[in-house]
């Protein structure tokens, strides 16, 4: 019996001492105790955890979802729930606390999604608009993209198109709340399975420890490679920075237009990303991969955590459901010109897409115009709709670039003020 | 019985579900882990932390007593023992890993301390070369303090003096493993208590948060205030500076010559600073404070963390014992262009002084020879003796600087560089 399940199985009881009337139960409830807390199994001085109160509830939280919905009632019902891997709650929401994440929220485990299950269901109805029960979809057939609208001469206006999405291994914790053992696990099982690859996708893994200098200076000048995130990010409030750099590296084909990310924010981050406006080669490249990675975890009798309700699972809430973001680096200078790059932005927000200078959240449109723009929506629809809703958005916005261009600026901006929020 | 008490019961006890032969014996056993265990008591689903083995031992750690004494067998044997806040072994040696302290390892509570003693002794012995089993001693009676040999003209050297030491009150948490309720109570124990002080003592608490702008610059231009440790600081590597800067504070005199700060990186640094260098003043001022405070903590049915070997307990192993450091900062250039600052600090260590720039450590000295000297032991040797180590080196390393200016520097580079570790 695996120990979620017995943790179920104790959930379900609820003796006390009082109810014991035979020896052999008395029994039984001892030793079952000391094995669900395993540190008596191996420490003489048997302690553990002790309750807080809700006397411990935390005296603000920074502007974040969690700051939006959590109650006093919430926190007292989850506070004391503790997972396997001795993750507490109160570690999941500190980065809400000390850093400047937009959830304010970690998932630690899979374990403790199921554990502080009713939180979750709030916090995504919060930041997906996704209610609890409802199921979520998931579409990995790229053939039913649709890019026949997408204008012949795309590439005059995007740079890049880049896919990218989580997914991480059942039974191991997520980088928030791993241990070292399991991370070096996941990185050794990633790192044998990616070796199987084939034909585009085949590449090699580099491990951040052992990578030299001038490998980790051209991978990073490339925007291929990661960094240690910064302390004010999410991932580094809620721990999943420790140990940095042992067990993470990336993966890369020939080409670098395949990658995988292991043991940043998830265990993996799938990325598919090439020069141009080719969206179709790269959601079919991202497609082949994850199947292929999916294929070869299933081979080691192992699978992703998945959940009906939340998709794939992920460190940050932000990232459940597909956690499939799909972006192209486009140059829009008339539209900035016109409406400002805040003008952009809320446009963008309203078909459901989000606008950001290059550099990342937060910074300024290139001189040239050249903006990110990407899908906003995670859960809730599925890859292929979320590709589409980016493909289309693109195309309408290069549409309006070029009416722009062509002296119709009145116009566009009209239509562009006019466009209401859609679902 | 306090919870810590209960700890050491069971510590003692090494019974399993097969020697248990009556009933009343196994459902007081029953009765004992469920409150042990305090999840059990408010969570339905009844989940506890499963241990870790030594697959999880540190790839490495960054240069540290950790580095320099632990072994995976001190790891296996204290990596599972969990003490009532959760706070695990691996929290403890993070800072190791993931900071540049130079002890690699926190304190979080007084019951770890107490549960992970093994290492704690073998840790000591590293860092103060105090061997386990050995008896700290305590002696606040300043009288004894020998200031006959000072120099008449201290104060041409010296700028100021200031003597700080940790204090943690017993039940509580410490800085790296308190609970934020802990942490407020804490807070709001040691405010109470202050605003009890009179005449000299006699002053206000400013908490952290609720202090204006331009008294907080107005205290940190004055070196008063402390500031939120830095990322790569011990205590941000252990969880110290969680909810920073919720519950924290500084409580001053009306010159500013007694300050207390409450709640950085132990629950009290209690302080005694000030111009010059009448360091029996500034000693005296402090063991009235240290004193007064005792007073009013145990007014309140309390008392400090006290060990007789580790004396007062601190967050930091470098801390404890007295915990206590007098410093002057003093200027000394012509020693300084005779041997460099390198030399003055070997030389210093060899006296079992620190030295180092006023600006903190790995600091250079100012333009004026300006440095920061100050006893470096803490452990194994009293208050008055470490203050007398300070005020006889002062006095020596003086008469030096005197030497130089009188044309001696060739005798005194000579005498300098002659000196032989003491004790």
């Known amino acids: 019996m695996s120990y979620a399940q017995k943790v179920k199985e104790h959930a379900a009881k609820s003796s006390d001492a009082s109810d014991i009337t035979t020896i052999e139960a008395a029994r039984a409830e001892v030793a079952a105790l000391k094995e669900l807390f395993g540190n008596l199994n191996t420490s003489s001085a048997g302690v ?87 199921i979520h979809p998931c579409d990995l057939d790229y053939s039913k993209i649709d890019t026949s609208k997408v204008p012949k001469n795309l590439n005059d206006y995007c740079v890049s198109t880049r896919i990218r999405a989580a997914r991480n291994i059942s039974g191991f914790g997520m980088p928030p709340g791993t241990t ?87 265990q993996m981050r799938i990325i598919s990303m090439q020069p141009g406006g080719d969206v179709f080669q790269v959601f079919k490249r991202w497609v082949d991969a994850a199947n292929a990675i999916a294929k070869v975890v299933s081979g080691k009798g192992m699978k992703f955590m998945t959940d009906p309700h939340a998709g794939m699972l992920s460190s940050c809430v932000s990232n459940l459901g597909t956690g499939l973001r799909a972006s192209m680096h486009i140059k829009l200078p008339n539209i900035i010109k016109l409406l400002t790059q805040e003008g952009l932005e809320s446009f963008c927000s309203k078909i459901r897409m989000a606008c950001r200078g290059t550099g990342g959240e937060h910074t300024a449109a290139g001189s040239d115009g050249k903006v990110d723009i990407s899908n906003n929506d995670r859960l809730g629809k599925s890859e292929v709709t979320l590709v589409q809703i980016m493909i289309d958005g693109v195309t309408k916005l290069i549409n309006f670039e070029e009416r722009i261009a062509a002296g119709e600026g009145a116009a566009v901006a009209k239509e562009m003020n006019a466009q209401t929020q859609i679902a």
């Not at 491990?207 to 980790?216: G, I, N, V």
């Not at 990336?250 to 998830?266: G, M, Q, S």
């Open 48 to 134: 553990g955890r002790q309750s807080v109160t809700v006397d411990n509830y935390p005296r603000w939280f920074r502007k974040s979802d969690s700051r939006s919905c959590m109650t006093k009632e919430d926190y007292a019902k989850y506070c004391n729930i503790v997972g396997p891997r001795g993750y507490t709650f109160d570690q999941a929401i500190q980065c809400g606390i000390d850093t400047r994440s937009s959830t304010g929220m970690a998932i630690p485990d899979e374990e403790s999604y199921h554990l502080w299950r009713g939180w979750y269901d709030k916090m995504i109805f919060q930041r997906h608009g996704f209610p609890a029960g409802a």
């Open 180 to 266: 070292r053992g399991e991370r070096r696990a996941v990185e050794a099982i990633v790192k044998e399975g990616l070796a199987t690859l084939t034909g585009e996708l085949a590449g090699k893994y580099y491990s951040l420890t052992d990578m030299s200098k001038a490998e980790e200076d051209s991978l990073q000048a490339d925007h291929f490679l990661f960094q240690k995130p910064n302390p004010s990010a999410m991932i580094s409030g809620c721990g999943g920075c420790r140990d940095w750099p042992d067990a993470r590296g990336i993966y890369h084909n020939k080409d670098k237009t395949f990658l995988v990310w292991v043991n940043e924010e998830d």
